[in-house]
């Protein structure tokens, strides 16, 4: 599937697949003893998205050893950065808290639960953003497992290339409160002129004293397609056709921490490698087949 500007999709096709696929490792790393994160919402939402290859592996009946043995590894380092990455948001919002911000926003939400399995302050708004059909989905099927948000959560159904700010606006956003943002698992999916107009809006509606996380690939640089498709060769082999350099917007784009910077935010970087020793995870072994290559996570705040 190529992509347009006015592309949508819903848990099921393009981009939103990808949300599911990673609220299925979200559901595997919960299993795990190292506890890093727990999300008991994946399971119940991939299952309810019902693409076979991603439920099977949520509810734990398709495991690593039954996969491919040279794609075990990858896949098995791909739910570890599931996990850590995941803990490197919640980190995010449980800081932003803590030093008194009570306004959340998530950018491309897809099957993102932190609105009810974070523990937040009492009086905390927090803000989904998503396609329509995202936001319609998770809403619908989390009141039919009768999960209740931990905060007063306010969706915001919305085409984070278009015109999002004013929407959000329309929600009850209040631009004079400091504000946590979390992009995650997003960039690589806009276009790098999108990208730099999502941290324009961002900057602008931002007060004083917010704070901003998300993470850069710096590989798009030299994105290799066939390399891609090698590595999701295990999706195919059951029977799940995802074609994800198709879904990626490759190529030079700024990095989000000098581009923040440079509109007076104070930035901080850490690789993956380091996110995995921090919490306490050997760090993968480079991967010359890897197409994504190292990830560098990116969080700051506006003084």
Known sequence: MTRADDD???LASSVGATATM???GRAVASRDPKELINDPFAAPLVRAVGIDFFTRIAD???TVADLDPQSAPRVQANIDEVAVRTRFFDDHFAAATARGIRQAVILAAGLDARAYRLRWPDGTVVYEIDQPRVIEFKT???ARLGAEPTAERRTVA???RHDWPAALTAAGFDPAAPTAWIA???LIYLPPDAQDRLFDDIDALSAPGSAVATEYVPA???FDPDKARAATAEFRRHGLDLDMPSLIYHGERHHPAQYLTAEGWQMAEVSRSDLFV???LPAPDPDPDDPLGEIIYVSGDKP
């Open 220 to 222: 798009l640089r030299d």
């Open 140 to 142: 619908r099927t989390l």
């Open 158 to 160: 919305a085409d984070l």
């Open 278 to 280: 921090r919490y306490g």
């Open 184 to 186: 995650e698992g997003l």
């Open 60 to 62: 734990g009946e398709l």
């Open 8 to 10: 949508s999709w819903d």
């Open 22 to 24: 990673v609220a299925a």
